[in-house]
């Protein structure tokens, strides 16, 4: 088997039957071994593609994903009765460099003031490239904001914010079994049968107050 | 022991290019490659739970002792002999290229209007930062009658960062370099590209 360092680099046909030998030998060895890798992310094992294309000059992404909910508050109860889920929204933010000539709105990533009326929503894909495991993507998002920083001794950085309408990650979304028909027998697990039978339950406590 | 040659790497063997060219009157480089890590301490454990790669940086720096533009035409066209290998246009920075000299055609080449070399000469000249390209570092083992070239280490894709000039009563000029790289190849391993593609982007 040749070296592959410098200078040590055999050329022709039997130098690339080597090179391919180190790499299917390399390969192979990284499969089979039982010593641990490396195993958390990281910004380095990170890729980011928007819109399907790679963002080679992204140094941060970030994302927040609230599910609201409201508390079901009764009388003469001081602990919450139900916490009713009430919406999803998603927003992130997303740090780069500023390549000239490949702004947000060349990319076609934010719109224009022509464009703002009708720009298409954009997609936002967070991969660990390590592992090939989806850590964060959506198909309906749009730029909210830009800010654009230029200082002395420094590279030009550029802040987007953005907001999405729902996700997905290592897992895709399913509905719970049972929560598509309150008839079912696994309905009282729904959110909706919930929210009626806490209904129920407060105006029976209320009706056990003012019934007396 | 009889019949055992020189073996190992000193200063003495060794061979250094910068930008193709022969860095002659080096007296001391140094390189090296750190790879930061995060040591993850989780709940419930003493020790570190992994041990996470987060960023690859080579450095170094190198010494030359100085020598100054036209000594050596000046000593010679009064008969004085000079070191072999000197060249008459000195041996400053801006000279760290194949096309050194003050002829036309020379500058030219050296200003990097043409060719795809590196242009070293180019990273203290603030008229040229912008434009100054990156260039290789490579160093060899020198054998006597042997053509064969054995590489130690090569620098790619390096730009000087630093220099510090010094010079007193008990020895020559020295010229002190600092330089950043991307990647750092050895003569058992290349640094491959680490990405999936964003040099392209």
């Known amino acids: 088997m040749s070296k592959r360092g410098f200078t040590n680099e055999k050329g022709g046909l039997g130098g690339v039957v ?15 071994s039982t010593k641990p890798t490396a195993k958390y992310t990281s910004g380095a094992r990170t890729t980011l593609k928007i819109n399907n294309k790679l963002v080679g000059f992204a140094f941060s ?14 009388i003469d109860d001081y602990l919450a009765n139900e916490l009713i889920p009430t919406r999803i929204s998603v927003d992130g933010t997303i740090g780069t460099f500023h390549i000239p000539g490949q702004s947000a709105t060349a990319a076609l990533i934010q719109p224009d003031v022509l464009g703002f009326l009708f720009h298409k929503y954009i997609t936002i894909e967070v991969r660990d490239s390590a592992t090939d495991e989806l850590l964060f993507y959506t198909n309906k998002a749009v730029i909210t904001s830009r800010m654009e920083s230029l200082q002395s ?3 030009g950085t550029v802040q987007l914010s953005f907001k999405a309408i729902g996700w997905k990650d290592e897992r895709e ?28 339950e407060a105006f029976n406590k209320a009706k056990g107050i003012f019934g007396k | 022991m009889a019949g055992v040659a020189p073996f190992f790497i000193t200063g003495a063997n060794a061979k250094i290019k910068l930008n193709g060219v022969t860095l002659a009157f080096c007296t001391d480089l140094s390189y090296s490659v750190i790879v930061n890590h995060a040591t993850p301490v989780v709940l419930g454990m003493y020790e570190a739970s992994s041990i996470e790669p987060l960023s690859y940086k080579v450095s170094g720096g190198l010494t030359v002792v100085r020598y100054a533009n036209n000594v050596k035409e000046e000593l010679e066209s009064k008969g004085y ?15 760290w290229t194949k096309n050194s000299g003050q002829d036309l055609g020379s500058r030219i080449l050296s200003s990097g209007a043409f060719g795809n070399d590196g242009r070293a000469q180019e990273n203290f000249n603030p008229s040229k930062l912008q434009n100054g390209t990156f260039f290789d570092i490579e160093i060899y083992q020198k054998m ?14 390096v730009r000087l960062v630093r220099m510090d000039g ?24 290349i640094a491959d590209f680490s990405g999936t593609g964003q040099q392209h982007e």
């Open chain 1, 18 to 32: 080597d090179s391919v030998v180190d790499n299917i030998l390399g390969g192979v060895s990284g499969i089979v």
């Open chain 1, 61 to 74: 992404v970030s994302w927040r994903i609230n599910t609201e909910y409201v508390e079901n508050r009764t």
């Open chain 1, 153 to 155: 001794e420094q590279l």
């Open chain 1, 173 to 200: 979304p399913e509905v719970p079994a049972g929560a598509a028909s309150m008839n079912d027998a696994n309905a009282e697990q729904s959110a909706g049968s919930r929210l009626v039978q806490a209904g129920k």
């Open chain 2, 81 to 95: 002999k000079t070191p072999v290998n000197v060249s008459p246009d000195g041996n400053g920075v801006g000279n």
């Open chain 2, 144 to 157: 006597p009658q042997d053509g064969e070239i054995r590489g130690i280490a090569r620098l790619r894709n």
């Open chain 2, 166 to 189: 010094r010079i007193n009563k008990k020895s020559t000029l020295m010229e002190q370099f600092q330089f950043q790289a991307i990647y750092l190849d050895g003569d058992s391993f």
